[in-house]
């Protein structure tokens, strides 16, 4: 399982290299929790606009820089949002993640083994859950 693709917030259309992506958030206020991090395609049609969105280019947090930047993210909390700031971890480095993840309300409701495990967080899902899951439903 490797990621190659994302599937943009706006258009739910697959985003197919990281250069093509961009991710934002938004920031209300200084001290409030930036909301709806989103990846997206580089285009306008896709990005957000208004005062408060932030932008990067998505291969800014790819590879194994872009992970760090993450991880320093969580250790600041930047984002003042971990389980969001987390996702875009989940999202961009964990193979498998972004291609499963448009099941797994499903896979929660037809129990796919492993995906209602009392052990494992949800959304927290072993290579081999994941794996399950796109063998089943991609
Ligand atoms: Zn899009």
Known sequence: METTYWICDICNEKINCEANGYVEWRSIGKNTNKKEIKIVHDSADCQLEGDGVSSRPLIDFSGNTGLMELLEYVSTDEFNNIEENLEL??????????????????????????????????????????????NTYS
């Not at 448009?102 to 967080?121: H, L, M, Q, S, W």
Request: net charge positive; aromatic share 10%.
């Open 89 to 134: 971890i989940k999202r961009i480095h964990m193979p498998g993640y972004e291609e499963a993840r448009p099941y797994f309300a499903r896979a929660i409701r037809e129990d796919v083994p492993g995906v209602a495990d009392a052990n494992t967080k949800h959304r927290y899902y072993s290579q081999d859950v994941l794996k399950q899951i796109i």
